[in-house]
């Protein structure tokens, strides 16, 4: 058979499975439908008004239709793959098994047409258009069906909108009237804007949040009254904002903090607030009672912010509640306000605090696999004590070991092992000698101290002793903007048990020799992280990080250190680092629709070793590659520029890095069905050296750095099951930058169906979590 006639068989085959689809999962769901019963395939909205824009009326139509009910079975592709599986299925003769689970957990039941009130959602439509000023609006429905499915028809004529003509605040004499009055410039109700029901609503909630931050803590939304006149002008309405005159005394009484009473040992299920005299310690303002004398007093000083004879306010209220919710050491949190029986317009504050258990031990398994590099598994084992100086302390001790293990077929048992331990103690304030700082924020600010030891083997080849130690702080602006400066970030790393195999491999590569030579960082890092992603109704959401890596400076200007000049100076016989490094980490996420997004990330880094180095140490280096990086290529295997990475003579493939790197990844998301997503992407990216390796050639940066990207795409799918995320990514190249110039673009050689392709190109990851 020619290859002309396989094509066209094979089209047509195609053709017939597309319909055959169609025809399963489109006619079979009716003919479950119970006798006289129609399926119910949704609603439809018209608008007709020609004084409305074209573009209004299209968004109100979206918005009224969104408002009908029921909704219809869910579709993909034009397709009810959800009701079909729910119809084959059948009725489950128990609760349990795989029938009862398609059904129940997969599936989903027919939405008849005789659930469908069409005068019901008729009105709905008509108090939602004159809510927006739309008055006197004419809603007409009617149905459509055939083939045993049925559709719902709204018919919406409204009148012209109404416009707010003015607004008027209360004028009495009561002192919140004047207070509400000051604020009026910052109103919602614009004159010249549409009526609109919402936005009354949510000037009334402005109107009290301004109250509660002076005093009036009994005050609520409801005892404000909007008076709406639209007898005069031409479909115009003045609105009219007074007090409610039956609002209780108490709520037009501003309040000051009286007591202020902790119980930090409050227990739900028993009955804790019994004490005796001597539990009770009175700290400035406040009454502690510590049954168990588990706290320091200073700790609720730094978290309270009410102070006795503050004016109540509504955000140190909350401040309050968020920092004894971020000091880590309660699982319950809860706030009385009391009038005070001592003094008139006082309130009394009441703190009742659980506590979460003292030390506790929690073990975490974390892995992720490569199908072309390294699959590794990690144990943690931490211990914990959240309360270890009685000032909220968390002492932190782990233990850890894993395996890194490389998939490929040239690794040849060149496997990672490493164990280690870390030790970390965080205190829920600054620490700052001779200084008292206070954070402002409803997020605690935390000093943090770390000692850390791995050791790391790479079997056949050689052994890393790596000791850290860093100390430095941590501190929230607000739920957007993070910082972490570590002050002082020390790292040694020592090798042993070098074989005699990769001292032979050296002598062919000298850029191999630096993994192996001992390294002393030591200087201060920051980062600073902006991120919006929790809003999740935004249709543009962003994420940033940055970081700043500042090592061996001040050190090297004092000593005057300078490798080229043949001064270099060592810190027990250990050349220490010196260089500047950046790294920008920018995502996009836009929401294409309720379950679609499309996610971008961009990754900029550059290191720049200058007085006591000539390169970056190799454990700072930039790399790319892998799992979460550009997935159609091992990792760390790209780069550095067009350098060409080959098998040593032992079988396996050194590991690459540099002192630059730009990446870039885009990939379209969208929910396929029940807990299974689908995703398609395209990753970018390289990394060069700042100077020239003769043994690397090609590596260095140029002026035509952006034709030695690497480019990769591919598919996946991504199985949330809520605790975690499992993805598989199936990538391939596009672009390969070791290649001659002019044949680097390897689209033309795709062919899925040749399998010496597939076992060099094809390259399967898995892993937990989203790659970004």
């Known amino acids: 058979m020619s290859k002309k006639h396989s094509n066209r068989r094979m089209e047509y085959i195609r053709y017939f499975i597309a319909l055959s689809l169609f025809f399963v999962f489109g006619c079979s769901n009716t003919k479950y439908l119970p006798e006289g019963e129609l ?181 609520n939304p409801d005892y404000i009254l909007a008076q709406v006149d639209s007898s005069k002008g031409d479909h115009e309405v003045k609105i009219k904002l007074v007090i409610k005159a039956d609002a209780p005394p108490k709520a037009l009484t501003a309040y000051k903090i009286n007591k202020i009473i902790v119980y930090p040992n409050f227990a739900i299920s028993k009955d804790s607030l019994k004490y005796k005299p001597e539990d009770v310690v009175q700290y400035k303002d406040f009454t502690i009672i510590d049954t168990a004398n588990t706290f320091n007093p200073r700790v609720f000083d730094r978290t309270i912010y009410f102070k006795k004879g503050d004016l109540y306010n509504r955000k140190d209220h909350n401040l309050t509640l968020n920092r004894f919710v971020n000091l880590g050491t309660f699982s319950f949190v809860k706030n009385e306000f009391k009038p005070s029986d001592s003094l008139p317009k006082t309130l009394d504050s009441y703190y009742y605090l659980t506590l979460l258990p003292k030390k506790f031990i929690r073990v975490e398994v974390l892995g992720k696999t490569n199908s072309a590099s390294y699959t590794g598994t990690e144990l943690n084992v931490n211990w914990n004590n959240r309360n270890l100086f009685k000032g909220a302390e968390l002492l932190t001790v782990s233990v850890f070991g894993g395996a890194d293990f490389q998939l490929s077929g040239t690794n040849n048992g060149k496997n990672i092992y490493k164990v280690g331990t870390e030790t970390s103690l965080t205190w829920p304030r600054f620490i700052v000698p001779f200084f008292h700082v206070e954070g402002s924020s409803e997020y605690v600010p935390r000093t943090k101290a770390t000692v850390r030891y791995e050791y790391q083997n790479r079997t056949q080849l050689y052994s890393l002793n790596s000791f850290k130690a860093s100390y430095g702080y941590l501190w929230k602006e607000n739920v957007r903007k993070e910082h972490q400066l570590n002050i002082m970030d020390i790292t040694y790393v020592s090798p042993n048990n070098v074989t005699q195999e990769y001292l032979d491999d050296i002598e062919q590569d000298e850029s191999l020799g630096k993994v192996i030579e001992k390294q002393l960082i030591f200087g201060p890092t920051y980062t600073y992280t902006f991120t919006n992603t929790m809003q999740k109704r935004k249709k543009n959401t962003f ?49 294409l629709g309720k379950e679609s997004q499309l996610a971008s990330r961009i990754i900029v880094g550059a290191g720049i070793p200058y007085g006591n180095s000539s390169a970056l140490p190799t454990s700072k280096q930039f790399v790319v590659g892998g799992t979460n990086s550009i997935r159609a290529f091992r990792a760390r295997s790209i780069g550095p520029g067009s350098y060409l990475n080959i098998e040593t003579e032992n079988n396996y493939l050194p590991d690459q890095s540099g002192d630059l790197k730009l990446e870039f990844s885009t990939e379209y998301r969208a929910k396929l069905f029940s807990i299974v997503k689908g995703a398609a992407f395209i990753d970018a990216g390289n990394i060069w050296l700042m100077n020239a390796d003769p043994n690397k050639p090609g590596a260095e940066i140029s002026k035509d750095f952006m034709k030695e990207i690497a480019v990769g795409a591919g598919v996946g799918l991504r199985f949330d099951v809520s605790f975690f995320i499992l993805r598989t990514d199936l990538a391939f190249p596009l672009r390969k930058p070791y290649l001659p110039d002019g044949e680097r673009w390897v689209i033309k050689d795709i062919d899925f169906g040749s399998g010496p392709w597939r076992k060099e190109n094809l390259i399967l990851n898995i892993a937990i979590g989203y790659p970004f």
């Open 543 to 591: 994420y940033f990080s940055g970081e700043v890596d500042l090592a061996g400076n001040v050190t090297g200007l004092v000593t005057g250190a300078n490798v080229k000049e043949g001064n270099q100076k060592s810190i027990f016989d250990v050349p220490f680092s010196q260089y500047v490094k950046l790294r920008g980490d920018f995502r996009h996420y836009l929401k």
């Open 39 to 219: 399926l119910y395939t949704g609603g439809s909205v018209t608008v007709k008004d020609s004084v409305i824009k074209k573009k209004e009326r299209k968004e109100l139509e979206k918005e009224l239709e969104d408002l009908l009910r029921p909704k219809p079975n869910k579709q993909f592709l034009g397709l009810r793959p959800k009701l079909w599986i729910y119809n084959i299925a059948g009725e489950p003769k128990k609760e349990k098994g795989i029938r009862y689970w398609l059904r129940t957990k997969v599936g989903e039941p027919p939405v008849l047409f005789s659930k469908v009130d069409l005068d019901y959602n008729a009105s709905v439509l008509r108090n939602f258009t004159e809510n927006r000023g739309y008055f006197k609006t004419r809603v007409s429905a009617d149905s459509t069906a055939k083939n045993k499915r049925a559709t719902a028809e709204y018919t919406v004529t409204p009148k012209k909108q109404y416009i707010i003509k003015s607004v008027t605040f209360p004028d009495d004499s009561l002192a919140m009237s004047r207070i509400i009055g000051r604020s009026s410039r910052r109103s919602l109700l614009k004159v010249g804007k549409p009526y609109d029901l919402d936005v009354i609503k949510a000037e009334r909630e402005r109107i009290d949040a301004r109250l509660k931050e002076r005093g009036y803590f009994y005050f």
